[in-house]
């Protein structure tokens, strides 16, 4: 066997894709076979488009990743604990006393204050292209972050890298698609301040109802302003530090404030919510559905093998055993099954892109969410009409032919 090699470009700056891209396209001219992988640039490009049309190079192309609804695991969402601070009765000296406070608590590894939560809006809009000059306006989100952002939630940055210094700031790739150039290196002015692109991240995603026109990262200690806060636990520890945290804002919040702890998973399905409630309907009446079809589909095999009791009857004389009998009745039934699936899944399909538009992250619906459908249904498809076949095939054949 050929021995392969393996190229893995990496690290700052510009250059990596255009050298993978060139020695993939030699080697491939050179009749080697070329698997090209992108673990962070995972949005769809000019690049790969060239690539998919040559035959020696397979392209393994990556799922999109979203904010943190897809870097973080349901598991290190459900260990991060979300803390509102937007108390009108504190200092922000008092709320970043008391993160300090509260993080030092052994289960906590890690803190991350903000001025809002996440999940409930963004720190502001508009950016300028121009220094003083109010017509080179454009549209973006402004999340304020620590240098820490990126890190605690997981999301990966594409190219360059994550914050510095307090001039830097970060993009996501929805806003370098937008405005169709490479943004590393350009300065943007929010006033009179001026930021220089320092890395862009994946695309982020905050609202999972309205298509994002881009955010960008600004540096910020909140010395001036802290809203939200969250902590990161050891596994297992996190009811013990809810507990804990509990207790300490008890002791500096007034008798009549009750303290608001959840985790940043207890936020998603919070923002989700009509979305789940619509999910469980949906799935009782596909179950009520599902049901009524087996009962059809039990009813129609009856019908059937009552029909067709002589002639099973007159195949087990003739020596036809229960395996054959079995496929004479089950090699229909699937094919009804197949066609059934060949014209309601493609309309399925539509349907289900169709209600995601409305939605940027909700669920998701790869190449195992419809073979495990399609492999369930027909299991039990299958299992009714055996049970079925198994009584008549199992009936003495000298009792059907008496009975005529």
Not at 157 to 176: F, P, R
Not at 247 to 258: A, D, G, H, N, R
Not at 310 to 321: F, H, L, P, S, T
Not at 370 to 397: C, D, E, Q, Y
Request: include cysteine; charge should be neutral; hydrophobic fraction near 40%.
């Amino acid at each position: 066997m050929e021995r392969g090699l393996i190229h893995i470009y990496c690290g700052d700056g510009k250059g990596k894709t255009s050298s993978a891209v060139g020695l993939a396209v030699r080697a491939a001219g050179c009749k080697k076979k070329v698997l090209f992988a992108r673990f962070l640039k995972n949005e769809n490009s000019g690049e790969l488009n060239i690539l998919d049309s040559i035959s020696d190079i397979e392209v393994l192309h990556l799922e999109k990743s979203y904010g943190f609804y897809k870097t973080l695991t349901e598991k290190e969402k459900s260990e991060i604990i979300s803390l509102p601070l937007d108390y009108r009765f504190m200092k922000n000296s008092e709320k970043l006393a008391l993160i300090e406070r509260i993080s030092r608590h052994p289960s906590i590894t890690d803190k991350l204050p903000a001025d809002i939560n996440y999940l409930g809006g963004i720190s502001g809009t508009g950016m300028y292209t121009e220094k003083g000059n109010r017509d080179s306006y454009i549209e973006v989100n402004i999340m304020n972050i620590s240098s820490n952002f990126f890190e605690f939630m997981n999301i990966p940055i594409l190219s360059g890298h994550t914050l510095e210094t307090n001039e830097q700031m970060v993009a996501d790739h929805k806003l370098t698609e937008r405005m169709k150039k490479d943004l590393l290196g350009m300065t943007l002015y929010n006033y009179e301040d001026g930021y220089t692109v320092c890395g862009t991240c994946s695309d982020f995603i905050a609202d999972t109802y309205n298509q994002s026109q881009g955010f960008i990262f600004l540096p910020c200690n909140f010395n001036e302003y802290v809203g939200h806060c969250y902590l990161k636990c050891k596994p297992g520890s996190v009811e013990e530090v809810k507990s804990f945290i509990e207790e300490t804002l008890k002791e500096s919040f007034p008798p009549s404030i009750q303290p608001r702890i959840s985790t940043l998973l207890d936020d998603i399905h919070q923002t989700q919510a009509i979305e789940n409630k619509m999910k469980g309907i949906i799935f009782f009446f596909s179950f009520v559905s599902l049901i009524i079809t087996l009962l059809g589909v039990y009813s129609a095999i009856t019908l059937d093998t009552e029909r067709r009791q002589k002639e099973v009857a007159i195949r087990k004389v003739n020596g036809a055993g229960l395996k054959q009998i079995i496929l004479l009745f089950t090699r229909m039934y699937i094919y009804l099954l197949a066609f059934s699936a060949i014209i309601a899944f493609p309309i399925c399909y539509v349907v289900f892109q169709l209600w995601k538009n409305m939605y940027i992250v909700f669920f998701n619906d790869g190449p195992l969410f419809w073979t495990s459908i399609f492999m369930g249904v027909a299991a039990i498809t299958i299992l009714t009409i055996i049970f079925r076949i198994l009584k008549i095939a199992k009936t003495n054949p000298a009792e059907v032919i008496k009975n005529e």
